[in-house]
Protein backbone atom coordinates (compact mmCIF):
# COMPACT_ATOMS: atom_id res chain seq x y z
CA UNK A 1 0.00 0.00 0.00
CA UNK A 2 1.70 3.64 -0.97
CA UNK A 3 0.74 6.03 1.58
CA UNK A 4 1.00 9.86 0.56
CA UNK A 5 1.63 12.50 3.18
CA UNK A 6 -0.79 15.43 2.94
CA UNK A 7 1.71 17.91 1.54
CA UNK A 8 2.90 15.55 -1.18
CA UNK A 9 -1.34 15.58 -2.16
CA UNK A 10 -1.44 19.28 -1.79
CA UNK A 11 1.80 19.75 -3.82
CA UNK A 12 0.36 17.73 -6.57
CA UNK A 13 -2.86 19.09 -6.49
CA UNK A 14 -1.37 22.48 -6.53
CA UNK A 15 0.99 21.64 -9.42
CA UNK A 16 -2.79 21.18 -11.66
CA UNK A 17 -3.91 24.47 -9.96
CA UNK A 18 -6.75 22.14 -8.03
CA UNK A 19 -6.06 24.15 -4.83
CA UNK A 20 -5.89 27.54 -6.04
CA UNK A 21 -6.65 30.27 -8.17
CA UNK A 22 -4.42 30.09 -11.38
CA UNK A 23 -2.69 33.35 -11.97
CA UNK A 24 -3.25 34.82 -15.65
CA UNK A 25 -0.68 36.81 -17.66
CA UNK A 26 -2.18 38.72 -20.90
CA UNK A 27 0.91 39.72 -23.42
CA UNK A 28 -0.66 41.98 -25.95
CA UNK A 29 -3.07 44.12 -24.15
CA UNK A 30 -5.06 45.34 -27.00
CA UNK A 31 -8.92 44.39 -28.40
CA UNK A 32 -8.70 41.07 -27.56
CA UNK A 33 -6.36 40.61 -24.78
CA UNK A 34 -7.34 43.78 -23.36
CA UNK A 35 -11.42 42.68 -23.12
CA UNK A 36 -10.43 38.77 -22.27
CA UNK A 37 -8.25 39.93 -19.48
CA UNK A 38 -10.75 42.59 -18.03
CA UNK A 39 -13.63 39.65 -17.89
CA UNK A 40 -10.91 37.31 -16.11
CA UNK A 41 -10.03 40.03 -13.62
CA UNK A 42 -13.93 41.13 -12.82
CA UNK A 43 -14.59 37.48 -12.22
CA UNK A 44 -11.96 37.65 -9.73
CA UNK A 45 -9.15 36.20 -10.82
CA UNK A 46 -5.48 37.24 -10.60
CA UNK A 47 -4.91 38.82 -13.71
CA UNK A 48 -1.22 40.58 -15.21
CA UNK A 49 -1.17 42.53 -17.85
CA UNK A 50 1.56 43.80 -20.03
CA UNK A 51 1.53 46.84 -22.17
CA UNK A 52 3.54 49.12 -24.29
CA UNK A 53 2.03 52.30 -25.28
CA UNK A 54 -0.94 52.19 -22.89
CA UNK A 55 1.40 51.49 -20.11
CA UNK A 56 1.50 55.10 -18.47
CA UNK A 57 -2.54 55.35 -18.87
CA UNK A 58 -3.32 52.05 -17.70
CA UNK A 59 -0.66 51.62 -14.61
CA UNK A 60 -2.79 54.91 -13.33
CA UNK A 61 -6.36 54.68 -14.99
CA UNK A 62 -6.86 51.14 -15.59
CA UNK A 63 -8.88 49.71 -18.00
CA UNK A 64 -12.65 50.73 -19.52
CA UNK A 65 -14.61 47.97 -21.09
CA UNK A 66 -17.28 49.47 -23.63
CA UNK A 67 -19.41 46.22 -24.42
CA UNK A 68 -22.94 45.10 -25.39
CA UNK A 69 -23.07 43.26 -22.76
CA UNK A 70 -22.91 46.08 -20.13
CA UNK A 71 -20.08 48.61 -19.82
CA UNK A 72 -17.57 48.16 -16.71
CA UNK A 73 -14.17 49.73 -15.52
CA UNK A 74 -11.36 48.11 -13.88
CA UNK A 75 -9.80 51.20 -12.03
CA UNK A 76 -6.33 49.00 -10.97
CA UNK A 77 -4.99 46.72 -12.81
CA UNK A 78 -1.50 44.78 -12.62
CA UNK A 79 0.28 46.93 -15.57
CA UNK A 80 3.87 45.86 -17.09
CA UNK A 81 6.17 47.80 -19.57
CA UNK A 82 8.86 44.73 -19.04
CA UNK A 83 7.84 41.23 -18.60
CA UNK A 84 11.21 40.68 -16.51
CA UNK A 85 8.93 42.47 -13.58
CA UNK A 86 5.75 40.40 -14.29
CA UNK A 87 5.01 36.96 -11.86
CA UNK A 88 5.65 33.58 -13.43
CA UNK A 89 1.95 32.79 -13.92
CA UNK A 90 0.27 29.10 -14.18
CA UNK A 91 -1.73 30.46 -18.01
CA UNK A 92 0.12 32.73 -20.31
CA UNK A 93 -2.43 34.25 -23.30
CA UNK A 94 -0.72 35.35 -26.14
CA UNK A 95 -2.81 38.12 -27.49
CA UNK A 96 -0.51 39.72 -29.82
CA UNK A 97 -0.51 40.16 -33.92
CA UNK A 98 1.32 37.03 -35.03
CA UNK A 99 3.41 39.87 -36.68
CA UNK A 100 5.02 40.87 -33.19
CA UNK A 101 5.68 36.62 -32.50
CA UNK A 102 9.48 37.31 -33.30
CA UNK A 103 9.44 38.75 -29.70
CA UNK A 104 8.04 35.78 -28.12
CA UNK A 105 11.31 34.11 -27.36
CA UNK A 106 12.10 37.13 -25.01
CA UNK A 107 8.56 37.40 -23.38
CA UNK A 108 7.59 33.62 -23.37
CA UNK A 109 10.39 32.06 -20.86
CA UNK A 110 10.95 34.59 -17.94
CA UNK A 111 6.66 34.54 -17.23
CA UNK A 112 5.46 30.89 -17.79
CA UNK A 113 5.61 28.66 -14.92
CA UNK A 114 7.63 25.14 -15.58
CA UNK A 115 4.08 23.03 -16.21
CA UNK A 116 1.68 25.73 -17.00
CA UNK A 117 -0.15 26.74 -20.22
CA UNK A 118 0.77 28.92 -22.78
CA UNK A 119 -2.94 29.68 -24.53
CA UNK A 120 -2.04 31.09 -28.03
CA UNK A 121 -5.17 33.28 -28.92
CA UNK A 122 -4.26 34.19 -32.46
CA UNK A 123 -5.33 33.84 -36.12
CA UNK A 124 -3.76 31.66 -38.26
CA UNK A 125 -1.96 28.45 -38.83
CA UNK A 126 0.95 26.17 -37.24
CA UNK A 127 0.74 29.07 -34.50
CA UNK A 128 1.39 26.42 -31.89
CA UNK A 129 4.32 24.84 -33.33
CA UNK A 130 6.69 27.49 -33.45
CA UNK A 131 5.51 28.25 -29.76
CA UNK A 132 7.12 24.91 -28.83
CA UNK A 133 10.52 25.79 -30.27
CA UNK A 134 10.47 28.33 -27.80
CA UNK A 135 9.09 27.02 -24.33
CA UNK A 136 9.13 23.23 -23.14
CA UNK A 137 7.63 21.45 -20.25
CA UNK A 138 4.53 23.59 -20.99
CA UNK A 139 1.23 22.64 -21.97
CA UNK A 140 0.27 25.03 -25.38
CA UNK A 141 -3.79 25.20 -26.65
CA UNK A 142 -5.14 27.31 -29.04
CA UNK A 143 -8.10 29.08 -28.98
CA UNK A 144 -10.39 30.37 -31.79
CA UNK A 145 -12.23 33.79 -31.07
CA UNK A 146 -15.37 34.48 -32.58
CA UNK A 147 -15.05 38.08 -31.46
CA UNK A 148 -15.85 41.79 -32.48
CA UNK A 149 -13.92 43.95 -30.57
CA UNK A 150 -11.52 46.88 -31.19
CA UNK A 151 -9.42 48.96 -28.90
CA UNK A 152 -10.55 52.60 -29.53
CA UNK A 153 -8.14 54.65 -26.85
CA UNK A 154 -5.76 54.00 -24.55
CA UNK A 155 -6.87 51.92 -22.02
CA UNK A 156 -10.42 51.65 -24.03
CA UNK A 157 -11.69 48.60 -25.29
CA UNK A 158 -14.76 48.28 -27.62
CA UNK A 159 -16.47 44.99 -27.52
CA UNK A 160 -19.56 45.38 -30.39
CA UNK A 161 -20.62 41.40 -30.71
CA UNK A 162 -19.76 37.77 -29.93
CA UNK A 163 -17.13 36.42 -27.60
CA UNK A 164 -16.80 33.03 -27.93
CA UNK A 165 -13.84 31.09 -27.75
CA UNK A 166 -12.97 27.45 -29.18
CA UNK A 167 -10.16 25.64 -26.97
CA UNK A 168 -8.44 22.59 -28.20
CA UNK A 169 -5.08 21.28 -27.06
CA UNK A 170 -1.94 21.49 -29.40
CA UNK A 171 0.01 18.04 -30.25
CA UNK A 172 2.74 17.37 -32.55
CA UNK A 173 1.63 16.62 -36.02
CA UNK A 174 -1.97 18.43 -34.72
CA UNK A 175 -3.12 14.30 -33.77
CA UNK A 176 -6.94 14.95 -32.34
CA UNK A 177 -6.42 15.12 -28.18
CA UNK A 178 -8.65 14.04 -25.59
CA UNK A 179 -10.12 16.71 -23.19
CA UNK A 180 -7.98 16.97 -20.43
CA UNK A 181 -8.52 17.99 -16.82
CA UNK A 182 -6.21 21.07 -17.42
CA UNK A 183 -7.69 22.69 -20.09
CA UNK A 184 -11.47 21.86 -18.76
CA UNK A 185 -10.07 24.05 -16.31
CA UNK A 186 -9.57 26.82 -18.17
CA UNK A 187 -12.56 26.41 -19.97
CA UNK A 188 -14.39 26.64 -16.51
CA UNK A 189 -12.49 29.96 -15.25
CA UNK A 190 -13.12 31.74 -18.61
CA UNK A 191 -16.85 30.47 -18.83
CA UNK A 192 -17.39 31.79 -14.71
CA UNK A 193 -16.13 35.73 -16.20
CA UNK A 194 -18.79 35.30 -18.85
CA UNK A 195 -17.09 33.80 -21.96
CA UNK A 196 -18.62 30.92 -24.05
CA UNK A 197 -16.28 28.06 -24.55
CA UNK A 198 -16.52 25.31 -26.69
CA UNK A 199 -13.72 22.47 -26.16
CA UNK A 200 -12.50 20.70 -29.25
CA UNK A 201 -10.43 17.12 -29.29
CA UNK A 202 -9.39 18.30 -32.96
CA UNK A 203 -6.93 21.97 -32.59
CA UNK A 204 -6.28 21.82 -36.56
CA UNK A 205 -10.02 21.21 -37.93
CA UNK A 206 -10.78 24.16 -35.52
CA UNK A 207 -7.59 26.18 -37.17
CA UNK A 208 -9.25 25.72 -40.34
CA UNK A 209 -12.88 26.60 -39.45
CA UNK A 210 -11.67 30.01 -38.01
CA UNK A 211 -10.15 30.42 -41.29
CA UNK A 212 -13.31 29.58 -43.20
CA UNK A 213 -14.15 33.83 -42.06
CA UNK A 214 -10.73 34.91 -41.74
CA UNK A 215 -9.65 34.81 -44.98
CA UNK A 216 -12.25 36.14 -46.91
CA UNK A 217 -13.56 38.74 -44.80
CA UNK A 218 -9.99 40.15 -43.31
CA UNK A 219 -8.51 39.92 -47.05
CA UNK A 220 -11.70 41.50 -48.83
CA UNK A 221 -12.14 43.67 -46.68
CA UNK A 222 -8.53 45.77 -46.74
CA UNK A 223 -8.40 44.97 -50.62
CA UNK A 224 -11.86 46.39 -51.52
CA UNK A 225 -11.66 48.99 -48.55
CA UNK A 226 -14.99 47.67 -46.94
CA UNK A 227 -17.05 46.70 -43.91
CA UNK A 228 -18.21 43.40 -43.31
CA UNK A 229 -21.69 44.30 -43.64
CA UNK A 230 -20.52 46.06 -46.94
CA UNK A 231 -19.17 42.92 -47.99
CA UNK A 232 -22.57 40.99 -47.87
CA UNK A 233 -25.02 43.31 -48.96
CA UNK A 234 -23.11 43.04 -52.21
CA UNK A 235 -24.38 39.80 -54.32
CA UNK A 236 -20.82 39.67 -56.23
CA UNK A 237 -18.83 40.28 -53.18
CA UNK A 238 -21.16 37.86 -51.02
CA UNK A 239 -20.43 35.56 -54.10
CA UNK A 240 -17.03 36.04 -54.33
CA UNK A 241 -16.85 35.57 -49.78
CA UNK A 242 -18.48 32.07 -50.45
CA UNK A 243 -16.18 31.11 -53.29
CA UNK A 244 -13.22 31.74 -50.86
CA UNK A 245 -14.97 29.80 -47.89
CA UNK A 246 -15.26 26.61 -50.08
CA UNK A 247 -11.77 27.28 -51.21
CA UNK A 248 -10.90 27.05 -47.21
CA UNK A 249 -12.92 24.14 -47.06
CA UNK A 250 -10.70 22.26 -50.33
CA UNK A 251 -7.67 23.02 -48.38
CA UNK A 252 -8.88 21.65 -44.83
CA UNK A 253 -9.52 18.39 -46.73
CA UNK A 254 -5.71 18.18 -47.51
CA UNK A 255 -5.13 17.30 -43.93
CA UNK A 256 -8.09 15.19 -43.52
CA UNK A 257 -10.39 17.67 -42.13
CA UNK A 258 -14.14 18.20 -43.65
CA UNK A 259 -15.67 21.35 -43.32
CA UNK A 260 -19.49 20.84 -44.22
CA UNK A 261 -21.92 22.87 -46.68
CA UNK A 262 -23.77 23.76 -43.11
CA UNK A 263 -20.67 25.36 -41.12
CA UNK A 264 -20.09 27.81 -44.39
CA UNK A 265 -23.50 28.46 -44.38
CA UNK A 266 -23.28 29.16 -40.56
CA UNK A 267 -20.76 31.74 -40.78
CA UNK A 268 -22.33 33.57 -44.01
CA UNK A 269 -25.35 33.55 -41.46
CA UNK A 270 -23.39 34.83 -38.46
CA UNK A 271 -21.66 37.50 -40.51
CA UNK A 272 -24.98 38.78 -41.66
CA UNK A 273 -26.04 39.43 -38.35
CA UNK A 274 -23.26 41.10 -36.52
CA UNK A 275 -22.87 44.86 -36.34
CA UNK A 276 -21.09 46.60 -39.54
CA UNK A 277 -17.29 45.43 -38.26
CA UNK A 278 -14.40 46.70 -39.60
CA UNK A 279 -12.11 44.03 -39.75
CA UNK A 280 -8.40 43.81 -37.43
CA UNK A 281 -6.69 43.35 -40.81
CA UNK A 282 -7.96 46.72 -42.50
CA UNK A 283 -8.18 48.53 -38.54
CA UNK A 284 -4.32 47.57 -39.13
CA UNK A 285 -4.26 48.54 -42.91
CA UNK A 286 -5.70 51.77 -42.30
CA UNK A 287 -3.28 52.14 -39.04
CA UNK A 288 -0.34 51.81 -41.31
CA UNK A 289 0.45 48.50 -39.12
CA UNK A 290 2.21 45.48 -40.66
CA UNK A 291 -0.67 42.86 -42.08
CA UNK A 292 -0.92 39.17 -40.61
CA UNK A 293 -0.50 38.01 -44.12
CA UNK A 294 1.63 34.91 -43.46
CA UNK A 295 0.27 33.49 -40.47
CA UNK A 296 -3.63 33.50 -41.79
CA UNK A 297 -2.92 33.17 -45.71
CA UNK A 298 0.68 31.81 -46.45
CA UNK A 299 1.15 29.20 -43.96
CA UNK A 300 -2.18 27.78 -44.88
CA UNK A 301 -1.02 28.00 -48.47
CA UNK A 302 2.32 26.47 -47.96
CA UNK A 303 0.30 23.20 -45.98
CA UNK A 304 -1.73 22.62 -48.77
CA UNK A 305 0.45 23.30 -52.01
CA UNK A 306 2.92 20.62 -50.27
CA UNK A 307 -0.18 17.95 -50.32
CA UNK A 308 -0.03 18.96 -54.59
CA UNK A 309 -3.45 21.20 -53.91
CA UNK A 310 -3.75 25.29 -55.46
CA UNK A 311 -6.32 27.54 -53.99
CA UNK A 312 -6.12 30.07 -56.84
CA UNK A 313 -7.98 32.68 -55.42
CA UNK A 314 -6.54 32.53 -52.19
CA UNK A 315 -2.96 32.57 -54.24
CA UNK A 316 -4.39 35.78 -56.03
CA UNK A 317 -5.57 36.98 -52.21
CA UNK A 318 -2.15 36.55 -50.69
CA UNK A 319 -0.18 38.17 -53.73
CA UNK A 320 -2.54 41.13 -53.51
CA UNK A 321 -2.14 41.66 -49.64
CA UNK A 322 1.88 41.14 -49.28
CA UNK A 323 1.77 44.04 -52.58
CA UNK A 324 -0.64 46.48 -50.41
CA UNK A 325 1.16 45.37 -46.70
CA UNK A 326 4.84 46.29 -48.30
CA UNK A 327 3.72 49.46 -49.61
CA UNK A 328 1.25 50.90 -47.21
CA UNK A 329 4.53 50.06 -44.27
CA UNK A 330 6.90 52.02 -46.03
CA UNK A 331 8.64 54.63 -44.14
Known amino acids: MIILRESCIKEMCDSFGLLRERRYAILGTGALGGFYGAKLQKAGLDVHFLLKSDYEHVSKSGLFVESKDGDFTLPQVNAYNDVNQMPQCDVVIVALKTTQNHLLPKLLPPVVKDTGVVLVLQNGLNIEEDIAQIVS ?7 LCFLCSNKVGAGHIHHLDYGKITLGEYT ?3 QPHPITDKIQQIANDFQNAGIPIELAADLLLARWQKLVWNIPYNGLSVILNATTDELMADADTRKLVEQLMNEVAAGAKTS ?4 PDKFIQTMLN ?3 KMKPYRTSMKIDYDEH ?3 EVEAIFGNPLKKVQAAGVNLPQISCMYHQLKFLNQRNTLP
Not at 137 to 143: A, D, E, S, T, W
Open 137 to 143: NVQIIGG
Open 270 to 272: YTL
Open 289 to 291: RPL
Open 256 to 259: GRII
Open 172 to 174: PEY
